[in-house]
């Protein structure tokens, strides 16, 4: 039997269920297998490893990583591709399907009940684009315990979260991220190897999991809160940013001291900070 990815195959397939994409799903599917292998090659899987898939579609690449893993457990909203899962898995019998929406599952009682405690986890796949950042801010923040996160979404995207400082793509989206994992653009994918093809570029984005933040915050939520409020108007200083943000308790004078004192120039812009700059700005803030 052919891959799943081969397009005759999801071809057959498709017409077989007469399915229609639903683009409000985020419905592109890949028909390459050459990408699929080197998605599934960058979360360096052993056969003892557990696979986490959000949105499996009709399985392309559910298969590759059931190749290589022990067992893979897949997300899926749409119910229209249950039956069709049903057929394509049934060579691969350690592949569950859960339908449901990824973002309302409780991901880490999920991964208790699936997995062995300890196994070597990764998340791969193809996410809808509609709801990339939500899906990939939702496994972060929860720190589901897993090694690697190999994901593709729109080139754009993964430009922001890998982003350094100094760069127009670098944001809050980027420190969100690099707070928690390692993050690197593997690969671009172009548009023609998806079924059907989408408006915008894709890369393969691979996120490895910090054992813990590289910086020491007073308090993560206040942390996020000054990094945020730093880049509401990115044309904006450091200084006016923030001082808008802290304007209930504090002059603008008192801001600019308190910059100074930690050696952060007020006129620089957020773009222009670390990831240590921030947390040290947020530690001389906090609860002023
Ligand atoms: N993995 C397949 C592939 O690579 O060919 C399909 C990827 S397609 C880009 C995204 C998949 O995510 C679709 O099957 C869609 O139905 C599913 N999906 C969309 N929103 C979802 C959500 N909130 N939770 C779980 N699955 C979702």
Do not use: C, W
């Not at 039956?83 to 409780?106: N, S």
């Not at 653009?185 to 998806?194: G, H, I």
Request: no cysteine; glycine share 4%; proline share 6%.
């Amino acid at each position: 039997m052919k891959d799943i990815a081969t397009p005759t195959r999801t071809k057959e397939i498709l017409e077989k269920y007469k399915f229609r994409f639903k683009k409000s799903l985020g419905q592109n599917f890949l028909i390459d297998p050459n990408i699929l292998t080197n998605i599934v090659k960058a979360a360096s899987l052993s056969p003892e490893s557990g696979v986490i898939e959000i949105g499996p579609g009709i399985g392309a690449l559910t298969e590759q990583s059931a190749k290589q893993a022990e067992k893979v457990l897949a997300f899926e909203i749409d119910q229209r591709l249950l039956p069709i899962l049903k057929e394509t898995m049934a060579p691969y019998p350690h592949v569950e399907v859960i339908h449901q929406d990824v973002l309302k599952a409780d991901m880490n009682e999920q991964i208790a009940a699936h997995f062995k405690e300890g196994q070597d986890l990764a998340v791969v796949a193809n996410l809808p684009y509609y709801v990339t950042t939500p899906i990939l801010m939702k496994l972060l923040q929860e720190q589901v315990p897993v090694r690697v996160m190999v994901v593709m979404l729109q080139a754009e995207v993964a430009d922001r979260i890998a982003a350094k400082p100094g760069s127009k793509a670098y944001g809050s989206l980027s420190i969100a991220a690099q707070y928690y994992a390692d993050a690197e653009t593997v690969f671009m994918v172009p548009k023609t190897v998806f079924m059907p093809q989408p408006n915008v570029d894709s890369a393969i984005l691979r996120l490895t999991l910090r054992d813990k933040p590289p910086v020491d915050v007073v308090d993560e939520a206040f942390f996020f809160e000054i990094v945020q409020a730093s880049f509401t108007q990115r044309r904006k200083t450091l200084l006016n940013n923030l001082s808008k943000k802290l304007e209930a308790t504090m002059s603008k004078q008192e801001v600019q001291a308190a910059l100074q004192e930690i050696g952060i120039d007020p006129t620089r812009r957020a773009e222009s900070l670390t990831m240590q700059e921030f947390a040290a700005i947020s530690s001389v803030f906090f609860r002023k």
